[in-house]
C-alpha cells in the first residue's frame, strides 16, 4: 500500500488556495501530478497524496512547482468564495466515481488537445502548400519570360540573318546584271565592225557574214554556258541515328521524364520481396501477416492455453519468435505481434527485449481508445513484469498502477501491484 501524505499545509484567498505539500526526495522526473476541477493527486512512490476539493478549481491555469522536497500548488476558484476545508470527507463508491470522472475528463482534454493539435497541423501543412505552389508558380512564369525573351531574341537575329543574305543576293545580282550588260555591249560593238567590214569587201561580203555569224552563235554560246550554273554531282547521304531505350524519336521526347521513369520502375523492382532470401520459397498466405501472428499468437493471462499458437503450446518459444520476427519484417506497424513476441521472450528470460517489444506495442496503440484498452493494458503488465525481474520494483509498480488505471478491477493485476508494494516496503520477500 502506498503511503498517505498527510503534513501538509494550505492557505487560501478568495480566488486561490496555495498549498505545500512536502514529500522526501521529489523530483519532476519521479512525480505524477494528476489534476481535475474537483480532484488532485501526486504519486510519487511510495507515497500518495489525494485530495478531494472542496470546490471546483480552473485547472488549466493552476500551477505546481517541484523542487527542495516540496510540492507548491497554486490552485485558481472558479468561484470567489472562501472554503472550510481543503478535502471534502466521502465514502469509497464516491471517491471511485470522482476518480473515474476526472479521468474521463482528462481524456476528452488530451483527446480534444489532439484534435486542435492536428487541426493546426493541417492548416499549416495547407498553407505551406500554397505557398510552395505560389513559389513554383513564380519559378515557372520566370522560366516561361526568359524563354519568350530568348525566343524573341533568337527571332530577332534570324531576321537580321536574312536580311544580311538577302542584300548579298541583291548585289550578286546587279553585279551579274552589269556585267552581262557589258558583254552585250562589247558584243554589238563587234557586230558594227563586222558590218563596217561587209560594206568595205563586197568580194568576201558572204565568207566575212557566214564566219562573222558563226563567231557570233560560239559567243553567244559560250555566254549561255557562263551563265548557268553546272548540274550538281550524284551521291548518297549516309545518316546515323542515336539509340534509344524507348522507340521515338529525339525531338518528340523528354529524355528527363524517360530516365525518371526508368529509375522508379528499378526502385520498383527492388522493393519486391523476392529480393530477400527468407522469402523466395513462402507462399502468398505465408507472406501475410496476420497469418504470421496466428502462427505464433498467445493469448491473455486467464486464457493462455485456449488461444495460444501451436508454437506457444508446445514450449517451442524462439520458434513463435522467429514467426513474430518474419511478421514484423513485413509489417512494423501491427502492435499486436510485438505484444505477443514480448510474452515469448518473457518465457525466455530476454527480459530487455521484453522490455522494449512492450514499450513499442504502448507507442503503437495510440490514441487511447477502448478498443485497443485490453492491449495497453497487456503491455503494461507484461513491461512491469520485466522490471520486476530485473529488480526494478519502482518501475514495475509505475507499470502496474498504470494497468490498473485501464482496468481497475483486475484482481490479478491488483494482487500483483499490492504484492510489489510490500517488497518496496519491505514488508514481503521478493520472488
Not at 500548488?73 to 466515481?97: G, H, I, N, P
Not at 561587209?198 to 560560239?218: M, P, V, Y
Not at 542515336?242 to 528499378?266: C, D, G, M, N
Request: charged fraction near 35%; aromatic fraction near 6%.
Amino acid at each position: 500500500m502506498p503511503l498517505q501524505v498527510s503534513n501538509y499545509s494550505w492557505q487560501q484567498t478568495k480566488t486561490a488556495v496555495f498549498l505545500s505539500l512536502p514529500l522526501r526526495g521529489v523530483c519532476v522526473r519521479d512525480a505524477d501530478v494528476f489534476c481535475t476541477e474537483n480532484y488532485l493527486k501526486v504519486n510519487f512512490p511510495p507515497f500518495l497524496f489525494e485530495a478531494f476539493l472542496y470546490a471546483p478549481v480552473d485547472d488549466a491555469s493552476s500551477k505546481a512547482k517541484i523542487g527542495n522536497d516540496t510540492i507548491d500548488f497554486t490552485l485558481y476558484k472558479k468561484e470567489a468564495v472562501m472554503w472550510e476545508t481543503l478535502s471534502v470527507s466521502v465514502d469509497k463508491e464516491m471517491m471511485q466515481r470522482i476518480r473515474e470522472n476526472s479521468i474521463l475528463q482528462a481524456q476528452e482534454k488530451a483527446k480534444e488537445a489532439t484534435e486542435a493539435k492536428a487541426t493546426a497541423k493541417r492548416e499549416d501543412q495547407k498553407y505551406t502548400l500554397n505557398v510552395m505552389m505560389k513559389i513554383e508558380e513564380e519559378e515557372r512564369k520566370k522560366i516561361e519570360d526568359m524563354k519568350e525573351n530568348e525566343r524573341r531574341k533568337a527571332t530577332k537575329e534570324l531576321e537580321a540573318w536574312k536580311e544580311c543574305q538577302r542584300k548579298a543576293e541583291e548585289r550578286k545580282r546587279i553585279q551579274k546584271e552589269k556585267k552581262l550588260h557589258q558583254q552585250e555591249k562589247q558584243t554589238e560593238e563587234e557586230r558594227k565592225k563586222l558590218k563596217h567590214k561587209n560594206l568595205t569587201k563586197n568580194s568576201a561580203s558572204r565568207n566575212l557574214a557566214t564566219k562573222g555569224r558563226n563567231s557570233e552563235n560560239i559567243f553567244f554560246a559560250k555566254l549561255k554556258e557562263d551563265c548557268i550554273p553546272a548540274p550538281r554531282s550524284v551521291g548518297n547521304i549516309k545518316i546515323n541515328f542515336t539509340p534509344r531505350v524507348f522507340p521515338t524519336a529525339l525531338r518528340e521526347s523528354k529524355v528527363a521524364e524517360e530516365e525518371e521513369w526508368l529509375h522508379k520502375q528499378a526502385e520498383a523492382r527492388r522493393a519486391m520481396n523476392t529480393d530477400i532470401p527468407e522469402f523466395c520459397d513462402l507462399k502468398e498466405d505465408e507472406k501475410n501477416p496476420e497469418w504470421l501472428k496466428e502462427k505464433g499468437n498467445v493469448g491473455d493471462q486467464t486464457q493462455c492455453l485456449e488461444h495460444a499458437s501451436k508454437l506457444f503450446a508446445t514450449e517451442d518459444y524462439l520458434a513463435a519468435i522467429n514467426a513474430y520476427n518474419l511478421a514484423i519484417r513485413l509489417n512494423n506497424k501491427i502492435p499486436l505481434l510485438y505484444l505477443n513476441r514480448a510474452a515469448c521472450h518473457l518465457k525466455l528470460k530476454n527480459l530487455h527485449k521484453a522490455i522494449e517489444d512492450s514499450s513499442k506495442a504502448l507507442e503503437l496503440l495510440t490514441p487511447h481508445v477502448a478498443d485497443n484498452a485490453n492491449a495497453r493494458m497487456k503491455a503494461h503488465v507484461r513491461r512491469g513484469t520485466a522490471f520486476c525481474q530485473l529488480e526494478l520494483y519502482v518501475e514495475g509498480l509505475q507499470d502496474y498502477e498504470a494497468a490498473l488505471k485501464i482496468d481497475p478491477a483486475n484482481k490479478i493485476v491488483q494482487n500483483d501491484a499490492e504484492k510489489i508494494r510490500n517488497v518496496i516496503q519491505g514488508t514481503e520477500l521478493k520472488s
